[in-house]
């Protein structure tokens, strides 16, 4: 899967999920790479993505305001004479100035997409009509690397060495690859043990019975 994004005076924002990493670029505008880095899946998890959005209607209102009172001798110069002046060209170029600085800032600062791995953290414009590829591009990248996870290391083998295959499923449980009775499961497996908390009894302390 593959999630790329231009964005006026910044670049390219280029993201691809492969088979076993999760690949960025960012390249400036003329083309040159600033950032390339290529995370593997047993460092990509937790995923956590945000969509931030604050857009200062108050302002956007009054530089309205403020282009409306300077443009309104411009305009009705040119209505009543039929003329375009200088004073409407100008104003033209200042309208123009502004919309560019909006839309600038819209992406940049007031609507943006989050992206955060366990390492990485990339920053998008918020663009309304990528919104549904963004979050697909997330949900995608957590099942893609849970899979994975699984897949690789969500085996156990009991004619090995216990503790690291121990280690190895609390871990795949503490990132969620593992729900609770999988990783309970794969632990009576290696240890025989349906659990490994200590039975008392007459006062003294037993160890769990292995499971046959």
């Given at each position: ?60 209102v009054l ?52 992206l955060q ?96």
């Amino acid at each position: 899967m593959i999630f790329t994004q231009k964005q006026l005076f910044i670049g390219t924002t280029h993201i691809a999920l492969r088979a076993e990493s999760l690949y960025v670029c960012k390249r400036n505008p003329q083309g040159v790479a600033t950032l390339e880095t290529e995370v593997p899946y047993e460092e990509v998890l937790p995923v956590k993505s945000g969509e931030h959005r604050h857009i200062p209607t108050t302002q956007l209102v009054l530089t309205g305001l403020l282009l409306l009172f300077v443009g309104y001798g411009p305009w009705r110069d040119w209505l009543a004479t039929g003329e375009a002046g200088f004073p409407l060209y100008s104003w033209w170029v200042i309208l123009g100035v502004n919309a560019l600085a909006i839309w600038l800032r819209f992406e940049q600062q007031w609507c943006t997409f989050r992206l955060q791995t366990a390492h990485l953290a990339v920053t998008l414009a918020g663009r309304p009509w990528q919104r549904d590829a963004f979050r697909a591009l997330v949900t995608e990248l957590e099942r893609r690397t849970k899979t994975y996870l699984r897949d690789e290391y969500g085996q156990v083998n009991p004619l090995g060495f216990i503790e690291p295959q121990l280690r190895r499923v609390a871990w795949l449980r503490e990132l969620d690859v593992l729900s609770a009775r999988e990783a309970q499961a794969l632990s009576t497996r290696l240890t025989g043990r349906r659990t490994t908390d200590t039975l008392k009894s007459m006062g003294q302390e037993l160890e769990s019975p292995y499971l046959n």
